[in-house]
């Protein structure tokens, strides 16, 4: 089972991305998914979650209003739609699959990361 994230990349501040995670190798209704993210020098934090038919979602607080998640099953690939960027966006973005909530021992698989950078 593989996720592979894609989407990522420079925004202004303000700006809008939208992030994209594909599983393949795998069922993806079998598990609610996860992003995260890793700010430079400071360790990975949750960002959102979203349960196997996207009826549940949860968000950290400091994107809350800010950031989507979603997914598109028969697609396999779970979004994160990113608005109002903010340079303390800036980070290595990864999508896990096992959870949806922020502990990270709860994944059972996770995508490479892919940077998204957050500047004027």
């Known amino acids: 089972v593989q996720l592979v994230e894609s989407g990522g990349g420079f925004v202004q501040i303000g700006g809008s991305l939208r992030l994209s995670c594909e599983l393949s190798?795998?069922?993806?209704?079998?598990?609610?998914m996860g992003w995260f993210r890793q700010p430079p020098g400071k360790a990975r934090e949750f960002v959102a979650g979203?349960?196997?038919?996207?009826?549940?979602?949860e968000y950290t607080d400091s994107v809350e209003g800010r950031f989507t998640i979603s997914r598109d099953n028969p697609k396999n690939t779970v979004y994160l739609q990113m608005n109002s960027l903010k340079p303390e966006d800036t980070a290595v973005y990864y999508c896990?699959?096992?959870?949806?909530?922020?502990?990270?021992?709860?994944?059972?698989?996770w995508g490479q990361g892919i940077q998204v950078t957050v500047s004027s």
């Open positions: 896990a699959g096992g959870s949806m909530w922020a502990r990270e021992e709860l994944y059972k698989i």
């Open positions: 190798g795998g069922t993806f209704t079998y598990y609610s």
């Open positions: 979203i349960n196997w038919n996207g009826e549940m979602t």
